[in-house]
């Protein structure tokens, strides 16, 4: 017997994703509670989208919800390992300075396609899954080693955003990269 899901299921998931994070800011660090609620808003954000392509559910809404929820889950995750972790000084730099890059790409959006821009491109995807795996990185390598490899991975992203909202003719949210998405620029 086949079940269908119901339309809303991708929204919620993802809206649980959100609530999620919002949980997660007031956890341990590397507690049982922490990895349960981090896991969950991992494993909503893969099945999310996966199923609102099932579905023929997507929207816009739905995907700026999507980026919505993955920054709320971003910072919610970096907020309990800067307070519980010992970071050193070039890193904060480095997350000042991805933070300044993603600050500058989403004004420019906002400036030029009078909505919030954050596209789904495949280095904010590999820079989102970097993200993710930032505690099991540093329980496998140790902070500095995690934090420079998902720094980096983060601040290429960043930038490639940014010079794809600056060349955009057109938004275009679910745009794959500078090398796959020649048709916006006029060439």
């Not at 579905?55 to 999507?66: N, Q, R, V």
């Not at 889950?73 to 309990?80: D, G, K, N, R, Y």
């Not at 933070?99 to 789904?120: C, D, M, N, Q």
């Amino acid at each position: 017997m086949q079940t269908r899901l119901p339309a809303y299921v991708p929204t919620a998931l993802t809206a649980s994703r959100i609530v999620g994070a919002l949980v997660l800011m007031f956890t341990e660090a590397f507690s049982p509670l922490f990895f349960v609620v981090y896991l969950w808003c991992g494993t909503t954000d893969v099945f999310d989208g996966i199923l609102a392509r099932k579905l023929k559910k997507t929207s816009e809404f739905g995907a700026k919800l999507d980026s919505f929820a993955d920054l709320l889950f971003s910072i919610a995750l970096l907020l309990v390992l800067i307070r519980a972790l010992s970071w050193k000084m070039w890193m904060y730099l480095l997350l000042g300075l991805v933070v300044l890059v993603r600050l500058a790409s989403a004004a420019i959006g906002a400036l030029r396609f009078h909505t919030f821009v954050s596209l789904h491109s495949y280095a904010n995807k590999v820079s989102g899954v970097a993200l993710f795996l930032l505690p099991l990185l540093y329980l496998a390598v140790g902070l500095p080693v995690a934090a420079f490899v998902v720094g980096l991975i983060c601040l290429l992203a960043a930038t490639e955003e940014l010079i794809l909202v600056l060349r955009m003719k057109e938004l275009d949210l679910n745009v794959r990269g500078l090398a796959l998405q020649k048709r916006h620029f006029g060439t």
